[in-house]
C-alpha cells in the first residue's frame, strides 16, 4: 500500500507561524496568505478564553473582532464545550431518525423570536440559512423576484451572492441567479417602485448592514418595509445572522424596529461559535405553503443541518444568551464605547470620519486618503490601498502595536468593526480606546499611518 504523507494532528497543533504559512500557500489560497503576512495578519494564536486570546509567544490580544459575529459568548465558554462533551457518546448524524435534539434547539428558537416565527430549518453556514429563504420564499409566494439592498451582505454561495450588493464579489460569477433586483439602502420610495410590479417573491435585508459598513437605516425604514411587503404580497426576509443574539442590544436587532418579518436568517452565534450551525425561521403558515405536504416535505434538505453536536452548540448557546442577559450587557457596554468614541471623532477628526452602531456592533469610518502627488510618486498605488485597505491598515496597527484584533468590514473596506464578545468588560473597552488614541496621537495624520504601517502593501 502507498504510504501517505500524512501530518498527525499533534505535529499540527505543534507547528510553527512559517511552517503554517507555507503549508497554507502550497495547499490553499497562496495570495490571502501573502496579503494577511503583509498587514500582519498571520500570527499563529495558540490558545482563548474570553475576549483573551494569546500567540504562540505568550503574546495576549483582546478580540474585537469577536468572529464577525460568531462568538457573541467568547471564545471557550465552559458551558459550550460541557454541551458538547455531554453529546459526545450520541450518533451525531442518522438521518434515519428525527434527530435527537434539532427539535429541541426550533423549540428554544422559536422561544427568543418575535411572535409567530416558529418553524425553523437547520443548516451550517449564514449563505445556506440565506438559500434557504430565498427558496422557501419562492416556493410559499409562486414569485420569481428577490429584491435586496445595496452595500448588503447575505454570503457568497451562488444564490446569496446574488443578493449581496457589492459588484467586486459579483462580477467574476455572472450569471448570477435572475431576477435579482438591487435598490438603495433606507429608500422606501424605490422599494415601493420595485414591490409595485408585484412580481417579488421577498424583500430580503440587514437590520443593520453589517458588511456594508455597520449602517444603520433611517427611523422608520424597517417599518415601511414590512408595510410594503404586506401591500404587495412579498416576505420579509430580515438577515440576523450578524446582528443576532443580543449583539445590538436586543436577542434581534428587529426587535427595536418593532418589526416582526416572514422570516429571521439566524448562523454565527447560534453555534456559540463552536459548532458551525444556521437556520431559517418562519411562520406554520409560510412553511405549509412551501413545504407542506408529503411530495413538498423534502424539497430543501442538508446532510448536516441539525446534527447532535451542532443541535447541543445551539441549545447550549441560547442558554446563556437568556441566563446571562447579554443582549442588556451589550446595549450597556455598546453605550459607553460609542459615546467615548464619538469623543475621540471629535478630537482627531482627520483621521475619524464617522462613528455608527447599536449595541456592540459598531463601526469606525476613516477618511478617506485624496490621490494627490504621493499617489502619482507611487504609481496610484495609494488610490488603490485608500479604496481597499484602509481599514486594513488601521485593523493591523492595532494588532501588530497594541494587541488589540479589529477587522475592516467586506463591503466597505474604510470601516473598521468593533464587535467584540458581548462579555466584554470595561477595563477591555478603554484598553482599545487607549490605544486608538495613542495611534492617532503618534501619527498625527491618515498619511502619516497609510506610510508608516501600509508601507508593505504599497511596496509589496
Ligand atoms: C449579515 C450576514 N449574512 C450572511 C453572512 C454569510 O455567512 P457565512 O459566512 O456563514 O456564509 C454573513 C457573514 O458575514 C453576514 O454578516
Given at each position: 500500500?502507498?504510504?501517505?504523507?500524512?501530518?498527525?494532528?499533534?505535529?499540527?497543533?505543534?507547528?510553527?507561524?512559517?511552517d503554517?504559512?507555507?503549508?497554507?500557500?502550497?495547499?490553499?489560497?497562496?495570495?490571502?496568505?501573502?496579503?494577511?503576512?503583509?498587514?500582519?495578519?498571520?500570527?499563529?494564536?495558540?490558545?482563548?478564553?474570553?475576549?483573551?486570546?494569546?500567540?504562540?509567544?505568550?503574546?495576549?490580544?483582546?478580540?474585537?473582532?469577536?468572529?464577525?459575529?460568531?462568538?457573541?459568548?467568547?471564545?471557550?465558554?465552559?458551558?459550550?464545550?460541557?454541551?458538547?462533551?455531554?453529546?459526545?457518546?450520541?450518533?451525531?448524524?442518522?438521518?434515519?431518525s428525527?434527530?435527537?435534539?434539532?427539535?429541541v434547539?426550533?423549540?428554544?428558537?422559536?422561544?427568543?423570536?418575535?411572535?409567530?416565527?416558529?418553524?425553523?430549518?437547520?443548516?451550517?453556514?449564514?449563505?445556506?440559512?440565506?438559500?434557504?429563504?430565498?427558496?422557501?420564499?419562492?416556493?410559499a409566494?409562486?414569485?420569481?423576484?428577490?429584491?435586496?439592498?445595496?452595500?448588503?451582505?447575505?454570503?457568497?454561495?451562488?444564490?446569496?451572492?446574488?443578493?449581496?450588493?457589492?459588484?467586486?464579489?459579483?462580477?467574476?460569477?455572472?450569471?448570477?441567479?435572475?431576477?435579482?433586483?438591487?435598490?438603495?439602502?433606507g429608500?422606501?420610495?424605490?422599494?415601493?417602485?420595485?414591490?409595485?410590479?408585484?412580481?417579488?417573491a421577498?424583500?430580503?435585508?440587514?437590520?443593520?448592514?453589517?458588511?456594508g459598513?455597520?449602517?444603520?437605516?433611517?427611523a422608520?425604514?424597517m417599518?415601511?418595509?414590512?408595510?410594503?411587503?404586506?401591500?404587495?404580497?412579498?416576505?420579509?426576509?430580515?438577515?440576523?445572522?450578524?446582528?443576532?443574539?443580543?449583539?445590538?442590544?436586543?436577542?434581534?436587532?428587529?426587535?427595536?424596529?418593532?418589526?416582526?418579518?416572514?422570516?429571521?436568517?439566524?448562523?454565527?452565534?447560534?453555534?456559540?461559535?463552536?459548532?458551525?450551525?444556521?437556520?431559517?425561521?418562519?411562520?406554520?403558515?409560510i412553511?405549509?405553503?412551501?413545504?407542506?405536504?408529503?411530495?413538498?416535505?423534502?424539497?430543501?434538505?442538508?446532510?448536516?443541518?441539525?446534527?447532535?453536536?451542532?443541535?447541543?452548540?445551539?441549545?447550549?448557546?441560547?442558554?446563556?444568551?437568556?441566563?446571562?442577559?447579554?443582549?442588556?450587557?451589550?446595549?450597556?457596554?455598546?453605550?459607553?464605547?460609542?459615546?467615548?468614541?464619538?469623543?475621540?471623532?471629535?478630537?482627531?477628526?482627520?483621521?475619524?470620519?464617522?462613528?455608527?452602531g447599536?449595541g456592540?456592533l459598531?463601526?469606525?469610518?476613516?477618511?478617506?486618503?485624496?490621490?494627490?502627488?504621493?499617489?502619482?510618486?507611487?504609481?496610484?498605488?495609494?488610490?488603490?490601498?485608500?479604496?481597499?485597505?484602509?481599514?486594513?491598515?488601521?485593523a493591523?496597527?492595532?494588532?501588530?502595536?497594541?494587541?488589540?484584533?479589529?477587522?475592516?468590514?467586506?463591503?466597505?473596506p474604510?470601516?473598521i468593526?468593533?464587535?467584540?464578545?458581548?462579555i466584554?468588560?470595561?477595563?477591555?473597552?478603554?484598553?482599545?480606546?487607549?490605544?486608538?488614541?495613542?495611534?492617532?496621537?503618534?501619527?498625527?495624520?491618515?498619511?502619516?499611518l497609510?506610510?508608516?504601517?501600509?508601507?508593505?502593501?504599497?511596496?509589496?
Open positions: 500500500m502507498k504510504k501517505h504523507d500524512l501530518i498527525t494532528l499533534e505535529d499540527g497543533l505543534s507547528l510553527k507561524r512559517q503554517i504559512k507555507d503549508l497554507f500557500k502550497r495547499y490553499m489560497n497562496p495570495s490571502l496568505a501573502t496579503m494577511m503576512g503583509l498587514l500582519g495578519f498571520d500570527k499563529r494564536f495558540v490558545r482563548a478564553e474570553g475576549v483573551r486570546v494569546w500567540d504562540e509567544d505568550g503574546v495576549e490580544y483582546l478580540d474585537f473582532l469577536g468572529g464577525y459575529g460568531a462568538l457573541n459568548f467568547g471564545h471557550n465558554d465552559p458551558r459550550l464545550n460541557a454541551a458538547l462533551e455531554r453529546v459526545n457518546t450520541a450518533p451525531n448524524l442518522l438521518q434515519a428525527l434527530g435527537t435534539l434539532s427539535a434547539l426550533a423549540h428554544n428558537l422559536a422561544a427568543i423570536m418575535p411572535d409567530g416565527l416558529q418553524r425553523s430549518f437547520f443548516s451550517n453556514s449564514g449563505a445556506e440559512a440565506v438559500e434557504g429563504a430565498l427558496k422557501l420564499a419562492k416556493a409566494t409562486k414569485k420569481k423576484r428577490i429584491v435586496y439592498c445595496e452595500g448588503a451582505f447575505h454570503g457568497k454561495t451562488m444564490g446569496a451572492l446574488s443578493v449581496t450588493g457589492r459588484s467586486k464579489y459579483q462580477a467574476p460569477f455572472a450569471p448570477l441567479v435572475p431576477e435579482c433586483v438591487m435598490v438603495p439602502f429608500d422606501q420610495g424605490a422599494l415601493d417602485l420595485e414591490l409595485g410590479k408585484g412580481e417579488a421577498a424583500v430580503i435585508l440587514e437590520a443593520i448592514q453589517g458588511e459598513g455597520v449602517r444603520i437605516p433611517p422608520g425604514y417599518e415601511e418595509v414590512r408595510r410594503l411587503c404586506k401591500q404587495y404580497g412579498a416576505l420579509m426576509i430580515v438577515d440576523e445572522i450578524q446582528t443576532g443574539f443580543g449583539r445590538t442590544g436586543t436577542i434581534f436587532a428587529c426587535e427595536q424596529e418593532k418589526v416582526i418579518p416572514d422570516v429571521i436568517c439566524t448562523a454565527k452565534s447560534l453555534g456559540g461559535g463552536v459548532v458551525p450551525v444556521s437556520a431559517f425561521t418562519t411562520t406554520e403558515e412553511w405549509d405553503k412551501a413545504y407542506g405536504g408529503f411530495d413538498r416535505c423534502l424539497l430543501h434538505t442538508s446532510t448536516f443541518g441539525g446534527n447532535t453536536r451542532a443541535a447541543a452548540a445551539g441549545i447550549a448557546a441560547i442558554q446563556i444568551l437568556v441566563d446571562d442577559d447579554l443582549a442588556s450587557r451589550a446595549r450597556e457596554q455598546g453605550a459607553y464605547l460609542l459615546e467615548r468614541l464619538d469623543q475621540l471623532s471629535r478630537r482627531f477628526p482627520n483621521f475619524i470620519k464617522e462613528v455608527r447599536r456592540l459598531i463601526g469606525v469610518e476613516f477618511n478617506p486618503l485624496a490621490g494627490g502627488i504621493l499617489n502619482k510618486v507611487t504609481g496610484g498605488k495609494i488610490n488603490q490601498i485608500a479604496d481597499e485597505y484602509l481599514g486594513g491598515i488601521v493591523a496597527e492595532l494588532m501588530n502595536n497594541y494587541q488589540v484584533i479589529t477587522a475592516y468590514t467586506l463591503n466597505n474604510n470601516v468593526r468593533l464587535e467584540p464578545p458581548l466584554v468588560s470595561r477595563e477591555q473597552l478603554d484598553h482599545l480606546l487607549h490605544a486608538l488614541e495613542d495611534m492617532f496621537q503618534k501619527y498625527q495624520s491618515m498619511w502619516k497609510v506610510l508608516a504601517s501600509g508601507k508593505r502593501l504599497i511596496t509589496g
